[in-house]
């Protein structure tokens, strides 16, 4: 059997993918191999040859611009519309069938009342209870502030439930204990504000919907659920795929990439992925290899690079492209002369920018480039830069990556989480820097051709000089 989705026919492991059914599956898909065009694959076939009708597949993607571009390709695919969720959009959804009011809380909600209750508090009470570890008021305050808001904010994800703080402080070490009382007293005080005002945060609605779905079921008669970039799934949502599964007697599958695991800061747990089969057993394990984006000579560096870490599940990725040099590296003296020297010697009419942080874009730019609403205007190009994190799921002929130096805040950054996020990160870096090499790898696959490493020559990233040592044959050096 043969299938064509979108105008391309699929490969074998696409196929093989696409037309197993009858069993929960991990797909796992490297970069540049057609991720999306295999799930669209896989929806045709259970529509035009299993006979299953639309409102009996629950597809969720992670954000609503993944969401909306999956429909259209739906839409032009079937000529029928099939609503693909975002997790929220499918938790609110389960709240209206069920006549839940609800409002939904600011944002910075949370952000909002740590301030206050610090704000409140004399310096005195929080002196003393720091005292064991010698804080500076002013400046030690603000960055516990921003500690006490992510544990929070990861213990939501991951736990959710009040009764796991107190087995959170029963193996808890005697030194962490003044902090994770103030911890679950302002958390307790968040619960309460959100209570008397009845509004709820996104992770609620989640956490509600899971709740309603184990104890009174779901409306809608699915027979496949089919979640997308699941290596970045926290344990709540996991939580409710499984609700949805078990009360509907659905097949799942999942789609992703290990290596491209990258929101650990926001809750995501790569366990969920590396441990699917464990957690919806039966499960079968497929693989699609073949990327359409990167040459073979990079995908041999990101690839090996990546599997430093034994974590990661092994598979080596395939390609026909070849581009002998696909990694340029580009030593400069002046960040910003030689910036837009780059800029002209690449001369591609098609070029992603890419930084650590937000404000990456601002060390390289001067009066010769200007930046607005995140394109670098420069002729009639089409240059713009992203962050790694947003550049994830996306492609462009090339790219150069900034901020490789070897400082605290560039890539790899060096900044250490609190050691009190422990409680609620269930696993560390095992292998050194393994969520910032999982970045890079993400922005060494985003180009179909060439990568570009602007970097000082004094002072590179320790990522930069693993690769010269070890792939020199596949890099090119020039100097600005």
């Not at 992670?62 to 997790?87: C, D, G, I, P, R």
């Not at 991951?158 to 302002?186: E, H, S, T």
């Amino acid at each position: 059997m043969k299938l064509d989705v979108l105008g391309y026919e699929l490969d074998k492991e696409q196929m093989k993918a696409a037309l197993v059914n009858n069993c929960n599956t991990i797909i796992i898909a490297g970069a540049g191999t057609g991720k999306s065009t295999t799930m669209v694959g896989k929806i045709k076939y259970l529509v035009l040859y299993k006979h299953v009708p639309l409102e009996n597949i629950l597809c969720i993607t992670f954000t609503n611009n993944a969401a909306n571009s999956l429909e259209e390709k739906l839409k032009q695919e079937l000529s029928q519309s099939l609503k693909v969720y975002t997790f929220h959009k499918l938790s609110l959804e389960i709240l209206k069938e069920h006549h839940i009011n609800y409002r939904i809380a600011s944002e910075d909600l949370l952000e909002y009342l740590v301030q206050e209750i610090f704000e409140s508090v004399s310096s005195n009470y929080f002196e003393k209870l720091f005292l064991d570890k010698n804080y500076k008021i002013k400046e030690e305050f603000l960055q516990y502030k921003k500690v006490i808001v992510r544990f929070i904010r990861l213990f939501i994800a991951n736990y959710y439930d009040l009764k796991y703080f107190q087995d959170i402080l029963k193996k808890a070490k005697r030194r962490d204990l003044p902090m994770l009382k103030i911890i679950k007293k302002i958390y307790e005080m968040y619960l309460l504000e959100k209570q008397s005002s009845n509004i709820i945060d996104f992770d609620d609605m989640i956490y509600i919907a899971t709740k309603i779905v184990k104890e009174k079921g779901i409306q809608k008669h699915y027979q496949y659920i089919i979640v997308d970039e699941y290596q970045d799934t926290s344990l709540v949502r996991e939580e409710l795929v499984q609700a949805i599964r078990q009360k509907t007697k659905a097949y799942v599958t999942v789609v992703g990439d290990d290596f491209q695991s990258i929101y650990r800061f926001s809750g995501c747990d790569i366990n969920n992925f590396l441990e699917f089969k464990k957690h919806f057993k039966p499960a079968k394990e497929l693989y699609i290899t073949n990327t359409y984006r990167n040459s073979k000579e990079l995908i041999r560096v990101a690839g090996d690079f990546i599997m430093k870490n034994k974590r990661q599940i092994k598979k080596k990725l395939k390609s026909n492209k070849s581009i002998k040099k696909p990694i340029v590296i580009c030593y400069y003296k002046n960040i910003k002369e030689d910036f837009y020297k780059l800029i002209k010697k690449i001369d591609s009419s098609n070029l992603m920018i890419l930084g650590r942080n937000n404000a990456d874009i601002f060390t390289v730019l001067d009066h010769q480039l200007k930046l607005e609403n995140n394109q670098v205007l420069y002729q009639n190009y089409n240059i713009y830069f992203k962050t790694i994190h947003k550049a994830k799921g996306l492609e462009e002929d090339n790219v150069v990556i900034i901020n490789l130096t070897n400082d605290i805040n560039s890539l790899p950054s060096k900044i250490k989480d609190e050691k009190i996020l422990r409680y609620v990160i269930k696993h560390y870096d095992i292998y050194p820097f393994e969520e910032e090499r999982r970045l890079f790898y993400v922005a060494l696959t985003r180009t179909k051709n060439y990568c570009y490493l602007f970097i000082p020559k004094n002072n590179p990233s320790i990522f930069v000089k693993e690769l010269i040592k070890n792939y020199k044959e596949y890099i090119s050096f020039i100097s600005l």
